[in-house]
């Protein structure tokens, strides 16, 4: 079954309660915290997930853009994090390998981010230990961008290896997922698809969301 993780990114953050029941049929909140060093753009961070942790019973998929993550992912965890996830390319492979074992330490789930211009291959380290693998299909930093559709083929890599060597680990990919570029997502064997502007700028929310799972 395909998850639908719909992003808040994209939600009215004067309303993020009304916003967030509004995603009730879906499976994750996508949870999108930049620092404005690791991407260009300032978002959300702990206090706000500690708001939304009350507002639904959906897990929390807190997906960090920031510089040196294990700083700070126990307290995502604490805040009511459920699955975080960390870029490969925020910190040094020993400063990877401290935030997942701090994840997993608080009892939750990790998982780890790749750029595009990122090869797959950067995931082979930590590709047995993490719970979810999310290949960016846009520069992060910003919603409402063009899905990268050259992305698809780290996305089947992945997907044979998650196969062979941690089955339970989910797929997910992130940027520019609507009604249309979600098939090839599917097709190419991502089981998760986070969507911001596909999800929050349509009308029938709910019908949205049944659409995306392909
Ligand atoms: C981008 C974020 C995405 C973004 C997706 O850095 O990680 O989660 O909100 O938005 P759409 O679906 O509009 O591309
Ligand atoms: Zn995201």
Known sequence: MIKIAPSILSADFANLERDIGRISTADYVHVDVMDGMFVPNITIGIPVVRCI?????????????????????EEFCDAGADIVTVHVE??????????????????????IVL???????????????????LVMTVEPGFGGQKFMADQMDKVRTLREWIDQRNPGCELEVDGGVDPETCKVCIE????????????????????RIAQLRG
Do not use: C, W
Request: aromatic residues 4%.
């Open 53 to 73: 942790r009350p507002t639904t019973t959906l897990p929390l998929d807190v997906h960090l853009m920031i510089v040196k993550p294990a700083r700070y992912v």
């Open 90 to 111: 925020s910190d040094t492979p020993e400063g990877i390998q401290s935030a997942i074992d701090k994840i997993h330490a608080k009892g939750k789930r990790a998982g």
């Open 115 to 133: 750029k595009p211009a990122t090869p797959a291959q950067a995931a082979e380290p930590f590709l047995e230990q993490v719970e979810m693998v």
């Open 188 to 207: 190419a064997g991502a089981n998760v698809l986070v969507a911001g502007s596909a999800v929050y700028k349509a009308a029938d929310i709910p019908a």
